[in-house]
Each structure stands twice: as C-alpha cells, then as structure tokens.
C-alpha cells in the first residue's frame, strides 16, 4: 500500500509496515486499487470477522442495514446476511459489481459515494473502515447527516485509532460525537497494532481459541481499530 511492503506476518488488512496507506478518495481511485481482486486481503482475515460477528450480530439480525463502504461484499455475505434486509454501497463499480455477483437474496447495492446516498428509513447504519478516507470536514458532515437522517437510531463506525493522517484518533473521534450529540453507548477493539515485535506476539496470541475475550482488556496503545456504537441525537 502506497508502495510500501506489507510484513509476512502483518494481518492482510493491516497498514505496511512504513504506515504510509494509499491516498483514495475518488472512484476512479478506489477502481484503480481493486484492479485487483480482494486487495486488502479480507478474505483471509477470519479473526476480524470473527470480533465483528461477536459485536454486530445482535444489533442487526432482522433489521434494516445501510452499509457503507461495502467493497466487494465480504461483510455483506460474512456479517449482514443475518439482517432482514442490506443495502450495501460502495463509490467504486469495480468493487460493486463483485459484491452483486455474489447474489445475497437479502442485499441490494448502490454505486455512489457515500455522502450522496439517503441515510433514511433504515434501522442500523454501518460505516466499518471506510470513514477515514474521508477529509475531517467530510467526516464532520457525514456526523451531521446521520444526526439529520438517521436520528435516533444506531450507528456502527469502525477505524484506526492512531491519529490516522491526524484526524481520527480515539481523542479526536469523541469530541467529534460529544459536539455533535452522539451518544457512545459502547467502544470496542477490533485489532492491535502489528509493532514492535510484542505486540506482534500479543496478536497472534489472540488468535488463540477464546483469545478475542482479552481484546478489550489490551492498553489503548497497543489497539490499531477500534468499533464505536453511537446513537444519533
């Protein structure tokens, strides 16, 4: 990613190891990354899965979902087909036309950016790792539509927590939903940062059968993302 070489030994979804991620905003940069297939490498990162599964089944199983940032379907088939009903957008058609081909009986899709679809009439909102891309104005308008659209209602939101190109830290990220009027009903640990060498043993660790359950318990140093339930004022 951004010309870097990932570690062997780093999750497939994870950063390279110079944390100098790709710099993509528009369509046409988001096509020209899934030119090839699974690029991020979602498909092998069964512990991810895994704690999002433990941590979204409940609030959507039978429920109206918006997800946003679908990609090429990989939660839309592994997470949201527990939902009664997903509508899954992406602002790339590379990676929209992947996820229509995977024929999920309860998902439809949207080709356009995320801002300029309607955040109405759904009961949950998910927004995993796709927010950051946006610039710190867009996220703050992105807040405030779902505040506008969405109100009331639930708000999955997922990301690094590590001052990511230096607007979405953990810090950062409460002072947005406090001024904004979210509610934090509850924040989770999705990952732990893949450096030094002990975190790194610390996350394999985890992978151990029941390790997810010490995932929260890690310092806030050591975690990479974090999953935040918001309720929208």
């Given at each position: 990613m951004g010309g870097c070489r990932r570690s062997?030994?780093?999750p497939p979804y994870a950063p390279a190891s110079c944390y100098d991620p790709p710099v993509m905003r528009t369509a046409d940069d988001f096509n020209r990354y899934y030119a090839t297939p699974d690029p991020w490498g979602y498909a092998r990162a069964t512990f991810r899965d895994k704690v999002l599964r433990?941590?979204?089944t409940r609030s959507i199983r039978k429920k109206s979902v918006l997800e946003l940032g679908c990609g090429e379907g990989h939660l839309t088939q592994v997470i949201f087909?527990?939902?009664?009903?997903?509508t899954a957008v992406d602002i790339s058609d590379v990676a929209i036309a992947r996820a229509r081909a995977l024929n999920l009986r309860n998902?439809?899709?949207?080709?356009?950016?995320?801002l300029d679809t309607s955040f109405g009439g759904y009961d949950v909102i998910t927004a995993i790792e796709c927010i950051y891309y946006l610039s710190h104005e867009e996220q703050g308008a992105f807040l405030a539509k779902v505040a506008r659209e969405h109100s009331g209602k639930l708000l999955w939101l997922s990301g690094p927590i590590i001052d990511y190109q230096r607007y979405f830290g953990h810090r950062r990220l409460m002072l947005e939903f406090k001024t904004l009027g979210f509610t934090v009903i509850k924040f989770y640990n999705l990952s732990v940062y893949w450096h030094p060498l002990s975190a790194r043993i610390v996350g394999k660790l985890l992978k151990l059968p029941l390790g997810y359950r010490l995932l929260d318990r890690l310092p806030e140093r050591m975690i990479y993302q974090r999953l935040y339930a918001l309720r929208a004022p």
């Open positions: 062997p030994d780093e433990r941590r979204l087909h527990r939902a009664r009903s997903v998902a439809r899709y949207e080709n356009t950016d995320l």
